[in-house]
């Protein structure tokens, strides 16, 4: 069966550390990837997605993604983190549906 | 912009009961979901529906049910509420083009069974 993986469950980083939060999937064929944020109190929405073309895809708010397919994987990144990304994190494929990782609760301190 | 709307945020209900939860998406999308998240399993996957009157069991349908008459409304049923159903459910849509598959969330229900 299809799955994802998110290898981080809590992060917790001072404001201006770097952020990477690691995702695989496990389906070989095409796929459509996501990540979705849940800010506290809020709904899910999107971050960034990936359906084609430059493997590097920009999001919201500084963050972006590398696809690097010969791996699975689709990890996030953001160079200097700040107290208002502390949420929690999402990365999702889509065949589909969407199948979705376990989530990487992420705390940033000031 | 798209809108997801669950029609509660929070629901006390008892052991027992008979619990229906409503989504509607204003945007024409003809696929919508079915969610619970529960800390440290994230999203699982209860139902989905690709039309009306369509649905398909996701990862853990059991002690629940489905309806979508229109397409804009998608109900969860949960037959006879147990506590191990406390959870929060999220419902989603999207487009029907699989090139295009960003998911809209509503913002939640968080369910209490006691």
Redesign the interface.
């Known amino acids: 069966a299809q799955s994802v993986s998110q290898h981080n469950h809590h992060v917790i980083l001072s404001e201006a550390a770097s952020l990477e939060l690691g995702c695989n999937y496990s389906y070989g064929g095409t796929v459509n990837l996501f990540w979705y944020v849940q800010y506290p109190g809020q709904h899910l929405q999107l971050l960034l997605k990936y359906f084609s073309g430059d493997p590097l895809v920009k999001g919201i708010k500084g963050f972006e993604a590398e696809f690097i397919k010969s791996k699975f994987s689709f990890n996030l990144r953001k160079p200097s983190v700040q107290w208002s990304d502390t949420a929690e994190y999402f990365c999702a494929v889509t065949l589909g549906i969407g199948i979705f990782g376990t989530g990487t609760r992420l705390q940033v301190f000031p | 912009d798209v809108k997801v709307t669950q029609s509660s945020r929070y629901l006390v209900k008892r052991t027992g009961e008979k619990v229906f939860l409503e989504c509607v998406q204003d945007m024409d999308h003809e696929n919508m979901?079915w969610?619970r998240q529960d800390p440290?399993?994230?999203?699982?996957?209860i139902y989905?529906s690709y039309d009306v009157k369509m649905k398909e069991k996701?990862d853990i349908p059991e002690g629940y049910s489905v309806s979508r008459e229109k397409k804009e409304r998608f109900s969860l049923i949960l037959e006879s509420a147990s506590t191990n159903q406390t959870s929060m459910y999220?419902c989603?849509s999207?487009l029907g083009d699989?090139?295009?598959?960003?998911?809209f969330?509503?913002?939640?229900t968080r369910l209490t069974v006691v």
Do not use: K, V
């Not at chain 2, 440290?40 to 996957?45: I, S, T, V």
């Not at chain 2, 699989?98 to 998911?103: D, K, Q, S, V």
């Open positions: 979901f969610y440290g399993l994230g999203l699982r996957l989905f996701g999220l989603a999207t699989p090139r295009n598959t960003e998911a969330f509503g913002q939640g």
